[in-house]
T-cell receptor, first 107, second 112 residues
Framework: GEDVEQSLFLSVREGDSSVINCTYTDSSSTYLYWYKQEPGAGLQLLTYIFSNMDMKQDQRLTVLLNKKDKHLSLRIADTQTGDSAIYFCAAGNQFYFGTGTSLTVIP | NAGVTQTPKFQVLKTGQSMTLQCAQDMNHEYMSWYRQDPGMGLRLIHYSVGAGITDQGEVPNGYNVSRSTTEDFPLRLLSAAPSQTSVYFC???????????FGSGTRLTVV
């Protein structure tokens, strides 16, 4: 199956940008996804990128895809305390998920 | 729209007991999956289904059974619960023309 890796923790100050990184192994992934999980809740789809794109912007969110290096990143501009959550990247047709990155926003 | 509904939300089992985690979706989605979430390990795929009558194993299928007799329902059965199955279980669904999965709110299972 797919191997998807993320760092476990990230801490940023309110108002700064956050960058969450993800690497994956299956180059045949058609879409790659970012999900957000708030405490005690299920995962919610944040955004996705098609594999033939390099970048996708959606309001405060920017997704960058480097297919050559199999590297995906999520940038959150002007990070707010409400952005504190666990962020998962997902790849592969059966949606293999990374370990999740716990983002803590310091007021 | 209810989306993906999982029941129960919480469950405590004794080792060796069996139970069924229920999952239902009302979006007419073809694809349904079960995941377990453990600290530091992310979500791991247990079983998945690409349509009624079709199921397949994911990364960690041992100790679990599934069936998909209707499009709407995808129950997960624990045959003989073990403490290693203590986890949070998520059901998710996706359909043709949709992007990504819609997740249920999860079932927190403790096996003692």
């Amino acid at each position: 199956g797919e191997d998807v890796e993320q760092s476990l923790f990230l801490s940023v100050r309110e108002g700064d940008s956050s960058v969450i990184n993800c690497t994956y192994t299956d180059s045949s992934s058609t879409y790659l996804y970012w999900y957000k999980q708030e405490p005690g809740a299920g995962l919610q789809l944040l955004t996705y990128i098609f594999s033939n794109m390099d970048m996708k912007q959606d309001q405060r969110l920017t997704v960058l895809l480097n297919k050559k290096d199999k590297h995906l990143s999520l940038r959150i501009a002007d990070t707010q305390t409400g952005d504190s959550a666990i962020y998962f990247c997902a790849a592969g047709n059966q949606f293999y998920f990374g370990t999740g990155t716990s983002l803590t926003v310091i007021p | 729209n209810a989306g993906v509904t999982q029941t129960p939300k919480f469950q405590v089992l004794k080792t060796g007991q069996s139970m069924t985690l229920q999952c239902a979706q009302d979006m007419n989605h073809e694809y349904m999956s079960w995941y377990r979430q453990d600290p530091g390990m992310g979500l791991r795929l247990i079983h998945y289904s690409v349509g009624a009558g079709i199921t397949d194993q994911g990364e960690v299928p041992n100790g679990y059974n599934v069936s998909r007799s209707t499009t709407e329902d995808f129950p997960l059965r624990l045959l003989s619960a073990a403490p290693s199955q203590t986890s949070v279980y998520f059901c998710a669904s996706s359909g043709l023309g949709t992007y990504g999965y819609t997740f249920g709110s999860g079932t927190r299972l403790t096996v003692v």
